[in-house]
């Protein structure tokens, strides 16, 4: 995982740790994105998950829950993230996404302009790009989606790389 506001690219950490955000995949490849609080539990029909018992877990660790039904504990890709924000609009999903982070040469320390914020999915694949010193401005004229988008944003710490408008 990252350090500092979660998915800015910093330094690497090879075990979980508290407040990180975590992909629990099951056997049926079921999956959840939680976030790692200690004294907290995931609950699933397949039984509990203690977050103390995951916090400290090299990344890539099977991990059961009370029943044993057992899940891998992976960090969360941008695809995954991606695909698990609440959203009420369509959304540019990662292929193209990274189409055009290459496209428009869009790196750490780069300002973006985003015309149409939406959900924020774009705008969570920008705010990443360019952290830990760059910035993304992202208009938006419906208040109900400016509010979810930033919303997903504060969720997944990137909030602070983004001036919503």
């Known amino acids: 995982m990252v350090r500092k506001n979660d998915l800015s690219v910093e330094k690497a950490v090879q075990t979980a740790q508290s407040d990180d955000l975590a992909l629990l995949v099951g056997r049926d ?13 995931f609950h699933t029909h397949h039984g509990v998950l203690v977050h103390d018992d995951l916090i400290g877990n090299q ?7 009370h029943r044993r039904y057992p899940f891998l504990l992976l960090q969360p890709s941008t695809d ?25 040469r869009i790196w750490p320390g780069c300002h973006v ?19 830990p010193t760059g910035r993304v401005t992202s208009y938006e004229v419906r208040p109900e989606m400016l ?7 504060e969720q997944l710490g990137l909030a602070e790389f983004v001036e919503f408008k």
Do not use: C, H
Not at 29 to 41: A, H, N, V, Y
Not at 147 to 153: D, E, F, I, Q
């Open 29 to 41: 490849r079921k999956t959840f994105i939680i976030r790692l609080k200690p004294g907290s539990q």
């Open 59 to 65: 990344w890539g660790t099977q991990v059961s829950t």
């Open 80 to 104: 995954d993230l991606v695909r698990d924000l609440k959203r009420t609009t369509q959304i540019v999903y990662p292929k193209d996404a990274g189409y055009i982070l290459i496209k428009m």
């Open 113 to 131: 302009l985003e015309a149409g914020t939406g959900s924020g999915g774009l705008t969570l694949v920008f705010a990443q790009a360019v952290s």
């Open 147 to 153: 509010k979810l988008a930033r919303s997903n944003l």
